[in-house]
């Protein structure tokens, strides 16, 4: 249904690489600030969620992104949409959601007196891999992060407090970084809900990436199974082509033809997945803040997860859940088991992971500081928005 915006409070035009990762990761920061009377318009990749975007009353500006590309004609491509953009839409802030569109539109709107923010949604591939393309993009951003978010109308997001101290440590001022943690969790349509039968199922929902931990998964798995732990392994989602560490088709068929293990694919309604498990898992080798965890929170589901940057962040080891070190199978077995044997340890988990979810990440709370940010910057630039902030909190 199209929302019926007030008078505009300013325009704020998303930059996003694909249309299905702002639905999921900036809808619900998007809606708000259509509903407090913003104007919001949203640049990306058009593929199967155009029609939503524009439907919920979002001008949509179709863009030809060439997501993970280090070419330079595409690159400049990219960086020349963005500016006749910009030009075309007169935003008062650019939002730049991921590492791509935030490092082009800072380089587009160079000298340019629009207010920018850019949010980094964690600091995946270019930190974790010693693939040659992913050292060659931490030397680029060693050389131009502190270069291009240093100047008056830039501010930085992270999603935890590991990237902000990894930021600072490039360079960048730390009156430039905060943490805020993505749109949050909508904790009024996720509620509790309550065990399913044996046997203990484990579930995975994310992306299928080499990097979000899934051969260490499938050995934890493995190791379960010879201890003689009867449980199930859920793994939800589809693979990523673009990302350089998206798992081959011919290693996910192997999984579907494995006993105990259901390869489920993309999944439309995420309580379909956390009604059928019991434990959330995450061996991911690095996050911003893992949705995924935090929707299974909500649904009061115990977390386990790596000791990694995002997970670290949400998992309290003893309160809502376990953590083990990343690309350890044996650790992670030991965790799960753990879980899988004690029903009463899971329930604590559970309930202490649904208040953490509702009292710290809800989409009320993170949003409320989002268009604290947005006023801020749009009315009195970034120290401004340090002033609305801190009167927020």
């Known amino acids: 249904m199209r929302q019926d915006a007030p008078p505009s409070r300013g325009t704020i035009l998303y930059l996003v690489t694909e249309d299905w990762f702002f639905v999921m990761h900036r809808l619900a920061v998007a809606q708000a600030a259509l509903r407090a009377g913003f104007d919001v318009h949203v640049a990306t990749t058009v593929h199967d969620d155009g029609k939503l975007i524009s439907d919920l009353g979002f001008k949509l500006h179709p863009l030809n992104w060439k997501r993970g590309s280090l070419n330079p004609i595409d690159n400049i491509s990219m960086l020349l949409q963005v500016r006749r953009l910009c030009r075309t839409v007169k935003p008062g802030i650019?939002?730049?959601?991921?590492?791509?569109?935030?490092?082009?539109?800072?380089?587009?709107?160079?000298?340019?007196?629009?207010?920018?923010?850019?949010?980094?949604?964690?600091?995946?591939?270019?930190?974790?891999?010693?693939?040659?393309?992913?050292?060659?993009?931490?030397?680029?951003?060693?050389?131009?992060?502190?270069?291009l978010a240093n100047r008056r109308n830039v501010l930085v997001t992270v999603e935890n407090s590991d990237d902000r101290s990894d930021l600072l440590r490039l360079g960048i001022s730390s009156t430039q970084v905060h943490v805020l943690p993505g749109s949050g969790v909508d904790v009024a349509r996720l509620q509790p809900l309550p065990e399913p039968a044996v046997p203990?199922?484990?579930?995975?929902?994310?992306?299928?990436?080499?990097d979000k931990g899934l051969a260490t998964l499938i050995g934890a798995y493995d190791i379960m199974v010879r201890h003689g732990c009867e449980a199930r392994l859920i793994i939800a989602g589809d693979p990523d082509p673009p990302n350089p560490t998206s798992i081959a088709a011919d290693e996910i068929e192997s999984w579907k033809q494995r006993k105990g293990i259901s390869v489920l694919g993309?999944?439309?309604?995420?309580?379909?997945?956390?009604?059928?498990?019991?434990?959330?898992?995450?061996?991911?080798?690095?996050?911003?803040?893992?949705?995924?965890?935090?929707?299974?929170?909500?649904?009061?589901?115990?977390?386990?997860?790596?000791?990694?940057?995002?997970?670290?962040?949400?998992?309290?080891?003893?309160?809502?859940?376990?953590?083990?070190?990343?690309?350890?199978?044996?650790?992670?077995?030991?965790?799960?088991?753990?879980?899988?044997?004690?029903?009463?340890?899971?329930?604590?988990?559970?309930?202490?992971?649904?208040?953490?979810?509702?009292?710290?990440?809800?989409?009320?709370?993170?949003?409320?500081?989002?268009?604290?940010?947005?006023?801020?910057?749009?009315?009195?630039?970034?120290?401004?928005?340090?002033?609305?902030?801190?009167?927020?909190?």
């Not at 939002?95 to 709107?109: D, E, M, Y």
């Not at 203990?200 to 080499?210: E, F, K």
């Not at 990694?308 to 199978?329: F, K, S």
Request: aromatic content about 6%.
């Open 94 to 147: 650019v939002h730049s959601i991921a590492l791509q569109p935030a490092v082009l539109s800072l380089i587009a709107l160079l000298g340019k007196p629009v207010q920018q923010l850019n949010s980094l949604v964690g600091l995946g591939f270019a930190f974790t891999s010693r693939r040659p393309k992913a050292r060659f993009v931490r030397a680029v951003l060693k050389l131009l992060w502190p270069r």
């Open 266 to 393: 993309h999944i439309s309604d995420i309580e379909d997945v956390w009604k059928a498990a019991h434990i959330a898992v995450l061996p991911s080798r690095r996050e911003g803040m893992p949705l995924s965890l935090l929707e299974a929170a909500a649904c009061g589901r115990p977390l386990v997860a790596t000791d990694v940057p995002g997970c670290r962040e949400l998992v309290r080891p003893g309160v809502n859940g376990l953590l083990a070190p990343a690309d350890d199978a044996e650790a992670l077995a030991e965790a799960l088991e753990r879980l899988a044997g004690d029903p009463q340890r899971r329930q604590n988990y559970g309930r202490a992971a649904r208040t953490i979810a509702a009292t710290e990440y809800s989409t009320e709370i993170v949003n409320g500081r989002a268009l604290a940010l947005y006023d801020g910057m749009m009315q009195r630039g970034p120290e401004g928005w340090r002033q609305a902030r801190a009167q927020a909190l």
């Open 200 to 210: 203990v199922t484990v579930a995975y929902v994310g992306r299928l990436l080499g």
